[in-house]
Structure formats: structure tokens, C-alpha cells
């Protein structure tokens, strides 16, 4: 079974600064993939950034930067530069291997939500 | 490209009936997948229709049931409704052979009274 953990029910920022958001996972399978996504207020799931376990470099996209550390069992995200649209809630998702057969079956965090101060 | 369509996207419902929820993938994708999101029990995987076949299911009971159909469009029945069900729930679609995408919809916001 897959578990992911998300210890920060919510966190702040000043605007242009960065954040941190952290995730740690737990699995058994040796190949596996993370996702964060972004949950305005809305409610639709907005993909940032995905990571795969045998990635070797910790993946980037724009603003959002993925921090990989395999034997930590952690992939905390990072936003650089933070924007008042950044506030949302964010959750870390996990899927396990492709040959598991159940590879698109996502496990989530509880999310944190993030506000960004002017 | 248009992104995951869901219809529609409020439903007020009472105890008892039942609900029908329907996604349109992103035009190529192949495989949709559903989840509930409450806020007490977040969000849960309810299932993946590929090539209009279930692949997987998550730990939901059966009056949550849900088809592909040729087009990929999906949809997601739940019957005799109960007041915890009221839920956002959420449709992904994902290409074929692609697991690394996963592209959700605006969601369906369920209330049940």
C-alpha cells in the first residue's frame, strides 16, 4: 500500500518569496511516480510537476521545482518567486509502477493550503 | 485543445435517488479515471475505465458504479444516495502508455439532502 504524508495543514508566504511545501511517501514498489497539483478555490486539479523514481534529476517546471531526495522518501515542492495566485490548496499524489497494473490509481496527501501575503 | 469536460457541475440530490455524472476526456485519451474528494476523508481513488473496460477499482460499495463508452467518454452512477456522498468528485483522463499525465476536470460538486 502507498501512503503519502503531508505534515503542513497551511503555510504563508510573502509574496515574491519562496516556499517549501512538504511531502514525504511511503511504498514498497521500486518504480514509482509523484505529482503535485494546485486546487484553487474552484475545485479543478491543476498538474505542476511530476516526478519519476528513477529520475535522476529532480524535475523543473517554470516557477516549480520538484526536491527529490529518494532515501528520504521525500519530493517537497518548491515555488519559487510566489504570486497571489499561488493561493490554493496543493497536494502531493503518488502512482506505483506500471507493471502493477493499477498505474494511474493516484493516492493523495491531505493537501496544505497556502496563502501568499501582498 | 480542450481540456476534461465534466457535466454538470453542481447537483443538488436528494436521500435515496440516484445520480449519473458524466467526463469527456481530453480528444486521444483513452483512459478516465474518478475520484471523490470530501473533506473528511480527502480524496479517494473510486476508479479507471480504459478502452471502455474497468482496469481498477478503489474501496467504494457497490451502488458507486460507473462505463466508458467508444468515445472515452465516462460516466459514474451512484444509486439509493446518502447524505455522505455529498462529495466533489473529479474525472482524469490520461493518454495511453502515458502514466506521468494525469489531467483532472473541474469536478461535479455533489450535495446530497
Known amino acids: 500500500a502507498q501512503k503519502i504524508t503531508q505534515t503542513q495543514p497551511g503555510m504563508f508566504v510573502q509574496e515574491k518569496e519562496a516556499v517549501t511545501l512538504d511531502c514525504t511517501y511511503d511504498?514498497?514498489?521500486?518504480?514509482?511516480?509523484l505529482f503535485w497539483y494546485k486546487q484553487p478555490s474552484s475545485g479543478e486539479m491543476i498538474f505542476l510537476i511530476y516526478?519519476?523514481?528513477?529520475?535522476?534529476q529532480n524535475a523543473t517546471e517554470g516557477r516549480y521545482s520538484l526536491n527529490f531526495q529518494k532515501a528520504r522518501k521525500s519530493a517537497n515542492l518548491v515555488i519559487s518567486a510566489s504570486q497571489l495566485g499561488d493561493s490554493a490548496m496543493y497536494f502531493c499524489?503518488?502512482?506505483?509502477?506500471?507493471?502493477?497494473?493499477?498505474?494511474?490509481?493516484?493516492?493523495f496527501g491531505s493537501g496544505t493550503q497556502l496563502t501568499v501575503l501582498p | 485543445k480542450a481540456g476534461v469536460t465534466q457535466t454538470p457541475r453542481y447537483l443538488i440530490k436528494t436521500r435515496g435517488q440516484q445520480v449519473t455524472l458524466s467526463c469527456s476526456p481530453i480528444?486521444?485519451?483513452?483512459?478516465v479515471s474518478w475520484y471523490q474528494q470530501t473533506p473528511g476523508q480527502g480524496l479517494q481513488f473510486l476508479f479507471e475505465?480504459?478502452?471502455?473496460?474497468?482496469?481498477n477499482k478503489g474501496n467504494f460499495p457497490g451502488r458507486f458504479s460507473g462505463r466508458q463508452f467508444s468515445n472515452s467518454r465516462s460516466e459514474m452512477n451512484v444509486s439509493t444516495l446518502e447524505l455522505g456522498d455529498s462529495a466533489l468528485y473529479l474525472c482524469?483522463?490520461?493518454?495511453?502508455?502515458?502514466?506521468?499525465?494525469?489531467?483532472f476536470g473541474p469536478g461535479t460538486r455533489l450535495t446530497v439532502t
Open positions: 482524469a483522463s490520461s493518454p495511453n502508455r502515458v502514466e506521468n499525465e494525469q489531467y
Open positions: 511504498t514498497s514498489d521500486q518504480s514509482y511516480g
Open positions: 516526478q519519476g523514481s528513477y529520475d535522476e
Open positions: 499524489a503518488m502512482r506505483p509502477g506500471t507493471l502493477s497494473g493499477s498505474a494511474r490509481q493516484l493516492t
Open positions: 480528444s486521444g485519451h483513452r483512459s
Open positions: 475505465y480504459f478502452s471502455e473496460t474497468q482496469r
